[in-house]
RNA sequence: GGCACCAUAGCCAAGUGGUAAGGCAGAGCUCUGCAAAAGCUUCACCCCCAGUCCGAGUCUGGGUGGUGCCUCCA
């Protein structure tokens, strides 16, 4: 039985899906106006480990995630920038040629992780139509009224407003760092629907003239088309708790009257150097800054889950490369138990895995998962362990059946330096050591380093 | 100022009240022409103080420190 962190309660819960063994999960996506980073990168990590935890335990799944193209503002006081503007007027690019192309570049990220799309995927620009009815049902309910420059939620009608993040509104300093716009009812109001400013660069028809769609009435709209009103498992970042998805709740429940999502569920933040992450800070690394680096995603993702995804993780080179040889001395321990033949211990094996399945549904706990993994890979070599290993894998997603053999590694050098190495070996037989010596350097020079074995050697890229 | 979370070895990080998972680094050993790799072994009493309890890293209270949010942000 799995239990999960319900942010709406602030507690473990069991996990009960609405209907038996489907689960139905809405996850924040990006807004697409720039490369993702490594910190964005871990909340996807996140949803993907509960998503594969839901499917290794039976659940049928259908996810939503959003691709934010249009709609997301520089700032909460309804005023300021829209995100996919500003980025096209400094690219030169045409809106939606900036959100194809950083789309692109996500999906790629996400594939290099590992990280399984969600069954779909929700273009805002696709759903203004789904929006705009949205807007339509919250005025005619008397949940949103209009002023001069949109149409805005009025929190007044929704007393529960606050319950996800337990802020007192009365207790904010109102217009402390948000400007007060003087037609809102309350300062918290937050627009569903903007009116277009002249020349605004992406605008659509609307029984209120020509606008576009405040974030939050997104999100709403599009888990409702593909949901329905009420779902089971809502995730994003924590940052989203106060503003987005209060919000969010606020216009699904004042609509429907019900309450939208059973269970909220919300990654942490990763901190660079202890800190926050942040583009003046210059450490908003990205996946290819990463590879460039030399560290593959995996690792990355190796690295994330280490830690659990409720608590802060600090991201440091030095942590990843740790990770780094952690991850790949843990693939070439899977080799030596992918080539025996020995069986393992039934016992042995059923207890492990009932180890495992209690980590990872203990609120996802995956470092427990991972340790669980690290000692098993320590018992006597057999090919039962690695293939428990890969069941694990199902829900780790490290590609752990790629560890490969000495041989078949060989297969990807090429025969010239197979055949220096061969060479090298004879010498060494003979105890000729200078030759020896002089050959490693050949094979140095074609960018292999040979290493000896016990009965042979292996040659691996330099 | 308000809210929340966190504080475990050099580093990353699990931990359901009963005497500290796992990884990296380090140290020692084995193997070894050299080098590397690999294997084995080793390495913490859990920020401070006061409580509750037979027993607390694990609960309560108070400190101290850190981080995040309260502006867009995963």
């Not at 309660?9 to 809405?26: A, L």
């Not at 939503?64 to 503002?73: A, E, F, K, S």
């Not at 920038?81 to 959100?99: F, G, L, V």
């Amino acid at each position: 039985m799995l239990k999960i962190y319900n942010t709406l309660s602030r507690s473990k819960e069991e996990f009960e899906p609405i209907k038996d063994n489907q689960v139905r999960m809405y996850s924040c996506g990006p807004t697409v106006y720039n490369y993702a980073h490594i910190g964005n990168l871990r909340t996807y990590i996140f949803m993907d480990i509960f998503r594969r935890v839901l499917s290794f335990d039976g659940y049928k799944l259908k996810g939503v995630m959003n691709i934010t193209d249009v709609g997301h503002l520089m700032s909460d006081s309804d005023d300021g920038e829209d995100k996919m503007a500003k980025a096209s007027r400094e690219q030169h690019k045409s809106p939606y040629e900036i959100a194809e192309f950083y789309t692109k570049v996500f999906f790629d990220d996400l594939s290099k992780l590992n990280i399984n799309r969600p069954e779909i995927i929700a273009k805002a620009t696709d759903h203004i139509g789904d929006m705009i009815k949205y807007v339509q049902a919250l005025l005619e309910k008397g949940f949103a009224y209009e002023i001069e420059d949109g149409i805005y939620f009025d929190i007044g009608k929704f007393p529960e407003y606050g319950k996800l993040s337990r802020l007192n509104l009365d207790e904010q300093q109102a217009g402390a760092r948000v400007e007060v716009n003087s037609q809102k009812r309350h300062p918290a109001d937050f627009a569903v629907w903007k009116k277009a400013e002249k020349g605004h660069i992406m605008q659509w028809d609307s029984p209120w003239g020509k606008g576009y769609p405040g974030w939050h009435i997104e999100c709403s709209a599009m888990s409702r088309k593909y949901l329905g009103e009420v779902f089971d498992v809502h995730t994003g970042g924590v940052d989203h708790i106060p503003v987005h998805h209060e919000n969010e709740i606020a216009q699904n429940e004042a609509l429907t009257g019900k309450k939208s999502v059973n269970y909220w569920v919300h990654g942490e933040f990763m901190l660079v150097d202890n800190g926050k992450m942040s583009k003046s800070l210059g450490n908003t690394y990205t996946v290819a800054q990463l590879e460039e680096r030399g560290y593959a995603p995996l690792v990355f993702r190796y690295f994330c889950l280490n830690a659990h995804y409720r608590k802060k993780l600090n991201f440091t080179f030095e942590g990843m490369d740790g990770a780094k040889t952690s991850y790949e001395r843990l693939l070439s321990a899977l080799y030596l138990h992918k080539t025996c033949k020995d069986k393992a211990d039934e016992k042995m094996i059923e207890s492990y895995r009932k180890e495992f399945v209690d980590a990872i549904n203990d609120d996802l706990n995956v470092p427990m998962a991972l340790g669980v993994l690290w000692k098993l890979v320590k018992e006597n070599k057999s090919c039962d362990i690695y293939n428990l290993a890969l069941d694990f894998d199902k829900v780790l997603g490290l590609s752990l059946n790629t560890a490969k053999l000495a041989e078949e590694e060989k297969l990807d050098i090429p025969q010239e330096v197979v055949d220096i190495a061969e060479k090298r070996l004879q010498a060494k037989k003979q105890k000729d050591f200078a030759l020896s010596d002089t050959l490693r350097a050949e094979i140095l020079a074609q960018g292999y380093n040979v290493l000896d074995t016990k009965d042979g050697y292996k040659l691996v890229k330099a």
